[in-house]
């Protein structure tokens, strides 16, 4: 699914990731841990391409991503869901809206968004928030809604940038059950980062570790270290 | 492309400031159009008038009264000339019942003017216009004849008058458009970047350009529409209002009112001119964004 090989990127004089190489398979849930600054992110930002590599191949599904042109950049982001620490919903549009977007810039008809919406809502449990905007929402439905939304189009890749980040650790362990449990109905591949010692060591999935931008491990039944 | 439509709208109403400012300067630079337009296209109308009326008029000075025969022998020697198509007399009786009629609605012009005060003329018609200059100086030449007018001068100062305002429009529109356009560009611009975010996410779920940019399109051209139809009103209804005063002014000229489809087009065009101003600078407002 992802094929890193000697990947660099460099902002000015920061180096945030240096020739960086590793393979998650098509079906795998991966953690990518590390401390601040190591570099997780810039990976999932690679990954989006929301910034492109300074050396390096990265392959999604086989596909050089520095060779999608902007023109197909919609339809290949269209492949890959994404979660954030900071949710990033929109304010101003209802649950069901803000999962329908990803269906939306489709031009998909309604009615295949109202049902394709209403599964992704079953899922994390909100279908009682449907109607209710994100202000009326606790931290752990915003999360829910923002998982929703990247599955609702159902990716074969999800990528979550610390989606527990913001969460108590409670509402974690939901978070990350509903994670699990999409990964397991929908095979979907998720690459997630995350700080969270306690779900990464109590979860038995692989872990890569990142430290100053490096591939220090990568440990098919990890811990965080 | 109906929920991009229903997305300007609420996008207008969530705005209320920013759309009056938007519209109003819109509605400045149209009015300023037409008015431009109407103006270059009635002098073109007048002008087009005196083109086709290929018109001599002699006055004879002001203390002749000319006698049937003097009349009679100018007839026969301009007739004689083949250049003239018709030739008609305009006593001083006449001439006072024209000016009556041309100032019915001004009693005290009406009692302060008398036939002994107005020269009587002969009105010639030209079969080519081209004769008109000759025709006119041989009018000159003729004893107890004051002062000869003709089309061609009456066209050549139109055309000068016609041709001042398309330039001066065009320049003072032009910089209007300008202006306006910069202004939609600000506002929709604000409006861009107040939406940073969600432009953002939009990008990252795979939104195209086309689709982001759509709404924001749709936006500043609802501002050309509005500013152009309220634009056409006011114009409509200056015109309106000045009517009386412009019939009196223009003497029986007859362009006025304008013909409907006429003003029908001229609301379609500061329509388009209104959507291609507002579209545009959306565009760009938001392409800005997206190229940073």
Redesign the interface.
């Known amino acids: 699914m992802i094929t890193a090989q000697n990947i660099t990127k460099r902002f000015g004089n920061v180096q945030a990731l240096t020739e960086l190489s590793f393979v998650v398979n098509p079906g795998e849930f991966v953690f990518l841990t590390g401390p601040s600054g190591s570099g997780k992110t810039t990976l999932i930002k690679l990954v989006m391409k929301e910034i492109v590599t300074d050396k390096g191949e990265l392959l999604i599904s086989g596909q050089d991503i520095k060779k999608i042109t902007n023109k197909k950049l919609p339809e290949y982001r269209r492949q890959i869901g994404v979660v954030f620490q900071d949710f990033k919903l929109l304010q101003d549009r209802s649950v069901f809206e803000n999962v329908s977007l990803p269906l939306e810039v489709r031009n998909i008809k309604l009615l295949d968004i109202q049902a394709a919406v209403k599964k992704a809502l079953e899922l994390v449990g909100l279908t009682a928030r449907a109607s209710l905007f994100p202000a009326q929402l606790s931290g752990g439905e915003l999360q829910r809604v923002a998982i929703a939304r990247a599955i609702v189009g159902r990716p074969k890749l999800l990528l979550a940038d610390e989606p527990t980040g913001n969460l108590d650790p409670k509402t974690s362990q939901s978070i990350m059950k509903i994670l699990k449990q999409i990964h397991e109905e929908l095979q979907t591949t998720i690459v997630m980062a995350t700080h969270n010692v306690d779900i990464v060591n109590h979860s038995g999935l692989r872990v890569i570790t990142l430290v100053d931008g490096k591939l220090v491990k990568d440990n098919p039944k990890g811990k965080y270290e | 492309m109906s929920?991009h439509f229903s997305t300007a709208i609420s996008r207008i109403r969530r705005s209320p400031y920013q759309t009056l400012a938007a519209i109003s300067i819109m509605t400045m630079t149209l009015f300023l159009a037409s008015v431009f337009f109407l103006v270059a296209a009635g002098s073109q109308a007048i002008l087009r008038y005196f083109e086709t009326r290929p018109q001599v008029n002699a006055f004879f000075k002001q203390e002749i009264v000319p006698t049937d025969n003097q009349v009679e022998l100018l007839r026969a020697q301009l007739e004689s000339t083949n250049m003239v198509d018709s030739v008609r007399f305009v006593s001083k009786e006449d001439a006072l019942q024209i000016y009556k009629d041309l100032n019915k609605s001004d009693p005290l012009l009406l009692e302060a003017v008398t036939a002994n005060m107005l020269p009587a003329s002969i009105e010639v018609s030209a079969k080519n216009p081209n004769d008109l200059k000759k025709i006119a100086e041989f009018l000159k030449q003729q004893t107890g004849i004051d002062d000869v007018r003709f089309a061609e001068e009456v066209v050549s100062s139109l055309a000068v008058w016609t041709k001042s305002v398309r330039i001066v429009g065009i320049a003072l529109v032009g910089a209007h458009v300008l202006i306006t356009f910069s202004i939609i560009l600000l506002i929709i611009g604000i409006k861009v970047a107040n939406r940073r975010?969600?432009i953002?996410?939009?990008?990252?779920?795979?939104?195209?350009?086309g689709?982001i940019q759509a709404p924001f399109v749709i936006e500043g051209i609802l501002y050309g529409v509005g500013g152009g139809i309220l634009a056409w009103g006011i114009a409509y209804l200056v015109l309106a209002y000045s009517m009386p005063f412009l019939v009196t002014f223009l003497a029986g000229i007859p362009i006025l009112p304008p013909p409907i489809l006429f003003m029908f087009k001229v609301l379609l065009g500061e329509i388009l001119l209104g959507a291609i101003i507002g579209g545009f600078g959306g565009l760009l407002a938001v392409r800005r964004f997206l190229k940073s």
Do not use: F, H, M, P
């Not at chain 2, 953002?200 to 350009?209: E, F, N, P």
């Open positions: 929920s975010d969600e953002s996410i939009l990008q990252l779920v795979g939104a195209t350009r689709y």
